[in-house]
Each structure stands twice: as structure tokens, then as C-alpha cells.
């Protein structure tokens, strides 16, 4: 049974949508590590771990890579009761990347749309 607050490793891959072999890959390469131990040995999340993971989750459909999302996990963490200017400036500019990608895609999906509106306007033959 997980402590007050924390869950395992298998309500955490629930409750995110990802499997339990991504949250331990992303544990071994330092992106996401438990907050805490079971006396078994089991990983423990806590609530500030799944929004974590949620924002990592979010990153993925922008194309960042895992690098990219650990640049951005530790200007967060850096900015977290600071005002180290450099830090926030990193996480401004993580902010108007993301804008970027979303315009990008965006279009994409314009395309997308149109293509599929042509497609359903063109007569079989």
C-alpha cells in the first residue's frame, strides 16, 4: 500500500495514459524520477510528479525531444521560488517555441481538413 499521497508506478501509467515501461525509461534517464521509495523498493509518485509527467505528456505531440523536456524541467525547477533571470528566460523561451509548433501545426491540421473535405467531394470512379 502506497504512503498518504503517493501512488505506484501502475496508477501513475493509468492516470497519465503511458505505459509503465516509459515511466521506468524515463526514471533511468533522470526526466522523471520517483519521489520516493515503498520499503519494498517500489516507486512512489506523488500529485507534483503526474503534473509533471503531464507536462512532459504535452510536449510530445510538439516534437520536443527528451532532452528538450529535461532543458525545460530544470528552468521550471530553477525558477520555483527564484527570480534568476536566466531560468526565466528559458521557460519564456520554451513558451514561444511552443506557440510556434502549435501555429505549425495548426496549419497541418488546416491542411488536413481540407484534404479530407476534397476527397469527400470527389466522385468515385
Known amino acids: 500500500m502506497p504512503e498518504d499521497g503517493m501512488m505506484h508506478i501502475g496508477e501513475l501509467a493509468d492516470r ?6 516509459t515511466l521506468r525509461h524515463y526514471d533511468q534517464i533522470g526526466l522523471l524520477a520517483p519521489t520516493g521509495r515503498s520499503e519494498g523498493g517500489f ?4 500529485e507534483g510528479d503526474y503534473d509533471r509527467l503531464m507536462l512532459i505528456r504535452r510536449m510530445k505531440p510538439l ?4 532532452d528538450q523536456m529535461g532543458d525545460l524541467l530544470r528552468a521550471i525547477d530553477r525558477t520555483q521560488g527564484s527570480t534568476e ?3 526565466t528566460r528559458a521557460v519564456d523561451d520554451f513558451l514561444a517555441d511552443a506557440e510556434e509548433r502549435r501555429e505549425k501545426l495548426a496549419r497541418q491540421l488546416e491542411a ?3 484534404f479530407i ?5 470527389t466522385p468515385l470512379r
Open 85 to 87: 533571470e536566466h531560468a
Open 63 to 66: 516534437g520536443y525531444s527528451l
Open 43 to 46: 516507486r512512489l509518485y506523488t
Open 16 to 21: 497519465t495514459e503511458l505505459s509503465i515501461r
Open 112 to 114: 488536413a481538413d481540407e
Open 117 to 121: 473535405r476534397q476527397l469527400r467531394e
